[in-house]
């Protein structure tokens, strides 16, 4: 078929989008893979470094250990998740929504505060360090209640979502045949949420086989995979060596991913839009003891975060208990001080910024646009490839691509526009399938009625696709924002005198021994996020209510 | 009058699948066409080839003396309403319609006028700065009737328009769309799966079945004269029988020898015969009667529908008569009821299996 304006203009996009995900990811990735096959001077030595790395019994020995905690805590985390996922949507107990509140909390801090935290609640000075009863917290067992702690509400969102799409009619024809709670529990509840609960099983595993946060603060001398990265690159300056030790820490998180993808597409098959909204009927006691349970978690939640809280106040731990602001001044210690922390929120918003405008075109393109099928699959591809690349792997990915004396984009290296690219890109898979979900509920017909009525495309993604999408959009840019606050392990490598981040200065003034300005570091990056999401709820509450009044059904 | 539409010799594959084979027909200026077929016939693939929303894979379109087979949907000629309806549920009842009269930088005045004379037409005046959530199926309907119809598209091509509504707002537009079309004059191809709809409201229907075109013509042709089984059963209810020639005009089934009005060629032939036709005889003497017993009565309101075991000469078999209510409530029919009924050789049909 002749190809029209729309066509031409669609290739355009799609091209730019595609080039721009090309440099962001595809070329740095192959920048650290060909690096893992060189030797210093930048010669093909085939698989030399390799050799080396699995002659190391020291280095190799982290591969068990990342596994060892990345499974125990993928356990620990989904069984306790689920529990609170069902107590969210298969009871009546009172409090649900500041339960949940309380569980989104990891999501506002840096991973890394949950390790200080612990490490005030039970290192040598901590409160409740008789509680171990003579273990240490610096090693696997504090790594695996901070990883946790970080993955909870991650693991929750993904069970909760596949809970709640448990079929009401389902439980209506368990009832009339008189199946007992616990078979409908195995015939019913948990075969519609099994795929949810693979999927955030896979999720959990990978964040915590990519976190390199935790381990570094509270590891001690329990090396993982992804410690031995950041030691290799900023210890002993052998990139090679960092590079080798990346490619190995992808192989799991790429299998996670393969999988995971190859479950989620199960998922959709068991989704249809009849399936009617299950209400759960009360019971006292099963209300009662889910109730207890989630207090229990949230009495967790916010013991880690309030002994981070305590601890930035207090002004000399132990001996001096007096609550100031003294550790809120940064400019007296290493690590950036209160630019550092300007500069995250001036990072934060670039990347909600250009990150969602990238994001949302690209993910409509892929959905809406009715030409060029293969340059679609292959934007596709490549969206989905970030979740599969820990950030620290693609920081230094971005290091060996960037910093080649040869690269024209050279000129980026150290500045703000590189910290931004990489923290999209290491954001993009989530933002790219919220986004994704957002236009696939938008009838397809749209695009072809408006090609019918001779107009162009762009205006009926400007006037009807984002209007429509507002809500969607503004989560992904939300999701960009926070995430930018928190991130370390994408940006680590990137920083540069000049940009410094909050992130990356917690995890400097904890490695300079100056624990409580890291703690109150990393609770201004908390007040921060706390209070978007609170403008967010109060901006969909009000403002996108008024400018959607087409979604109410009354008729006036 | 002139072919305004012409399709020719349209073959479309997916993979290994083909949707269309080799469909080819023609639509004049001012007609109403239904593509009728069941799902997966391939009508909306057809319908959305017209479109140039699917590219067909072989095969060329004609619209308007113009060869538009490899023109992109912006660069034809047509308005389209999908089953969906497919309204921007952001933009008022105004704004949807107006929507493909702004690039031509018509004036607001021409617009506005146009607009009002569109729900005029559609009778939806009042509802103009409502939302598409504020109204009932029918009025969205009517709303993306006059949203394809705003720019005067040369051809109108609707997609299952009704499928989504209930029984009697169906009924009631029905009618409304086809007065408007005849009011319009708008060439129109409509892809259905309705068979009462196609029968109410088509010029022409071109029956699909396989991605092929299996019969076309007027509705009452399609209804009395079905040339395959498949026409016959599809459209309307009808009694199919396996059938062997015995001469020119006589033929067996179930070993009983009946006779009929067509000229017989093949040995092994299938016939039909509407129920509607097939009357319970008071007389013995006249040709094709058969003695059966009533197995069942459907009450549909002014008919009753008989499912009749009737007793050829070597086998049974069910058939499906249609009779008046009051006939059988006047005679006391009842079920294992004898009857006799007649086939009469002007209804007996042959069709290609």
Redesign the interface.
Known sequence: ???????YLTIFFISIIGIYIFIALAFPMYAILSKSVENKDGIFIGFENYQSYFSNPALVYSIYNSLFVSIITMVITITLAFIFAYALTKSRMAGKGIFRSIAMIPILVPSLLSGISLIYLFGKQGIFRELLMGYEIYGPIGIIIAEVFYTFPHALLIIITALSIGDARLYEAAKVLRSKPIRTFFTVTLPSAKYGVISAAFVVFTLVITDFGIPKVIGGQFNVLAVDVYKQVIGQQNFEMGAVVSVVLIFPALLAFVVDRIVQRKQVAILTSRSVVHEPNKNKNFDTIMFIYCSFISVFILTIIGMCLYASLVTFWPYNLTLSLTNYQFDLMDGGGWDSYYNSIRMACYTAFFGTIVVFAGAYFVEKS?SVKTGRTILHLLSMMPMAIPGLVLGLAYIFFFNHPDNPLNFLYGTMAILVICTITHFYTVSHLTALTSLKQI?N??E?????????FYKTFF??TV??SLPAIFEIGIYFFVNAMTTVSAVVFLYSSKTNLASVAVLNMDDAGDIAPAAAMGMMIFYTNAAVRIVYVLITKKILVRF????????? | MEQYLSVKNINKFFGDFQALKNVSFNVKEGEFVCILGPSGCGKTTLLRVIAGLESQSEGLINQNNKDISLLPPDQRDFGIVFQSYALFPNLSVKNNIAFGLKTRKQNKEVIDKRVDELLKLVGLSDHIDKFSSQLSGGEQQRVALARALAPSPGLLLLDEPLSALDAKVRQHLRLEIKNLQRKLGVTTIMVTHDQEEALTMADRIILMNNGVIEQEGSPQDLYSKPKTAFSANFIGTTNLFKAKKISQNSLEINGSTLECNENIEDDLLTVTIRPEDIKISQNDNEKNIFKGTIKELEFLGSNIRGHIEVNFESEKANVICNFASEYILNNNIQNNSAVSISLQPRALKIVKT
């Open positions: 078929m002749k190809k029209s304006r729309d066509d009715r009838d017909e749209f072809h009625v408006s090609s019918s009525l001779k107009q162009p006037k009807v209007p429509i959607q009044k087409w979604r109410t059904k009354t008729t006036s």
